[in-house]
């Protein structure tokens, strides 16, 4: 059996483990599932240090295959179910995928992806539907072995995060490594618990994409510490307060839009309510405006945390609503697992309430890197064993982390991080395109929304006609929400002298008045 899922097993048996929109799970039942799949990796000849991509929605069979990675020494890489063949196709070829196990109802973008590549991976496996060239999952499971599996192995998630060149890369921790016992990932998950407030013998509601590193941690983790979890595919505000109330859900994680949309909600839904079971609320991935995160505390009461951090560094701040509200806008005292520096563009420290770069070490020592772009890697790193997500942001006297601005060009909207480089790169292949600027600009409920701007070639003129066609021709190519909302004209692009793009210029007029700059 697998190491960690069968004490779990043997201690709560016919218990729920899994709940999803389509069936509930066991422990008995998830750890079988896992110690199969375990087995038919290996009998696939995928060994420790593999990768495998995993293309599946919220529901017990990404658990089981994520679980079972986690024992057998591979890295699971979770793929946006929103992306194209071809973003699909890119991932499998940079990560080196052993095994590529998809659900059905994403058949269309499974076949274009294997369509765009050399050769068929040694493992490819469907679950819930059909593809050809596709083993169906169930029959993976049932010709795979249910014996113990020897010599089992820590494995993990290696998320994939767009980049400012353009190309997504897979972010891989120091932390996981297939030489390492799997039983680590006990310490990990039990680590997680006790630092995140989140409650002994409770229940998770899952209600974002697995393939998000936050979401994952904020599941993946407590069941593997012994809660089960309540799954979402895709969010339903009313649906997740339902749940919450049906399933006596102790923690949820959500981001800023998610909490509008349940402000939004009909007063009698609101009011039908109970929510007496939850105590904890996590939000970070994405600002929240200080209205809406009075109006959610007003509300739900004072379980709602805060945190900072990313797939690359993990969580690195947290704050409470009552320090929130004494201390409005803050991402909370920096955690003494990690050292913080804020320094200016030369690397010289910023005195306290001035903003700088943030720069965060691991007092751990673990560390991450970039697969397959040690120029990535190193640039997101300085010495000292620092590194660098990017932000801008300040510390105040008392040590808590205020994020004032992004260094990176990137742009967050509903949570989920975008990057310009990469639809600015589709936008310039459009004929009628001689150069284009993508950037963030406000939205009321998903925080920001993509915007381009343009300098057309000779010959072609601004028109609504062709703005639809340019946003098509993004929507085409890469997955629909990168796709710009809308589309500005420019006669000339300001720039400097040396030629590079003032793309603030572009941007700041959109964000006067918003009371914020990201």
């Known amino acids: 059996m697998a190491e960690i899922l069968k004490k779990l097993a043997d201690a709560k048996g016919d218990e729920v483990a899994l709940v999803d929109d389509h069936r509930s799970e066991t422990w008995t039942e998830l750890n079988d599932a ?6 038919g990796f290996r009998d696939a000849g995928i060994e420790p240090g593999d990768r495998i991509a995993l293309l599946c929605g919220n529901r017990c069979e990404n658990v089981e295959v994520q679980a079972a990675a986690s024992h057998q020494g591979l890295f699971t890489v979770p793929v946006n179910w929103h992306w194209t063949g071809e973003e699909l196709a890119y991932v499998v070829r940079d990560s080196e995928a052993k095994a590529l196990i998809v659900e059905g109802r994403f058949a269309d973008i499974v076949a274009d992806a ?3 590549l050399d050769n068929a991976l040694p493992l490819q496996v469907v ?13 993976f499971l049932a010709s795979s072995s249910a014996a113990e599996p020897e010599d089992q192995k820590l494995g993990g998630p290696m998320f994939y995060t767009s980049g400012t060149t353009g190309f997504p890369k897979g972010v891989r921790t120091s932390s996981i490594q297939p030489d390492m016992p799997a039983s680590l990932m006990e310490l990990v998950a039990a680590g997680f618990l006790a630092n995140l407030s989140i409650p002994e013998g409770g229940t998770t509601l899952l209600c974002g994409p697995m393939y998000h590193s936050a979401q994952w941690a904020w599941s993946v983790l407590p069941l593997l510490a012994g ?10 505000a009313a649906e997740a307060l339902r749940l919450i109330d049906e399933h006596q859900v102790t923690n949820v994680h959500l981001v800023p839009t998610q909490f509008i949309r349940m402000l939004k909600l009909p007063e009698e839904v ?9 105590s904890v609320v996590w939000h970070g991935a994405a600002p929240c405006s200080p209205q809406v995160k009075r109006d959610i505390i007003d509300w739900l009461g004072p379980v709602v945390w805060e945190y900072y951090g990313g797939t690359e560094g993990g969580v690195m701040s947290v704050i409470s609503s009552q320090e929130w509200l004494e201390r409005p806008g803050s991402v909370g005292a920096v955690l003494p697992t990690y050292d913080v520096q804020i320094l200016d563009d030369e690397g010289n420290p910023v ?18 890197e970039y697969h397959n772009a040690p120029e990535k890697t190193a640039a997101a790193h300085r010495d000292g064993g620092y590194a660098t997500l990017g932000d801008i942001g300040y510390l105040d006297d008392a040590g808590y982390l205020f994020l004032s601005d992004r260094k990176i060009d990137m742009i967050i909207s509903g949570g989920v ?3 310009p480089a990469e639809i600015e790169g589709v936008l310039v292949t459009h004929p009628a395109v001689r150069d284009a600027a993508v950037f963030g600009i406000p939205h009321d409920e998903m925080g920001e929304e993509v915007k381009a701007a343009v300098e057309l070639a000779d010959g072609h003129a601004g028109s609504p006609d062709l703005e639809r066609e340019l946003i098509r021709h993004v ?25 590079k793009l003032y793309k603030r210029l572009l941007r700041d007029p959109y964000w006067e008045g918003a009371g914020r700059s990201v």
């Open 270 to 278: 609101r009011e039908a309510y109970d929510g007496s079971s939850l």
């Open 127 to 139: 679950i819930d539907g059909t593809i050809d060239g596709f083993t169906s999952y169930d029959d």
């Open 351 to 368: 005195p306290t309430g001035e903003s700088g770069q943030i720069w965060f070490k691991q007092l751990s020592g673990a560390d991450f």
């Open 227 to 236: 809660q089960p979890c309540v799954m979402q595919h895709k969010f339903d």
């Open 475 to 499: 929507r085409e190519r890469l997955a629909g929400y990168k796709a710009p909302k809308s589309v500005d004209f420019e006669d000339e692009f300001p720039r400097h002298p040396t030629g």
């Open 417 to 419: 991080n975008i990057y």
């Open 114 to 116: 294997v369509g765009r």
């Open 34 to 39: 896992a110690t199969r799949a375990i087995n």
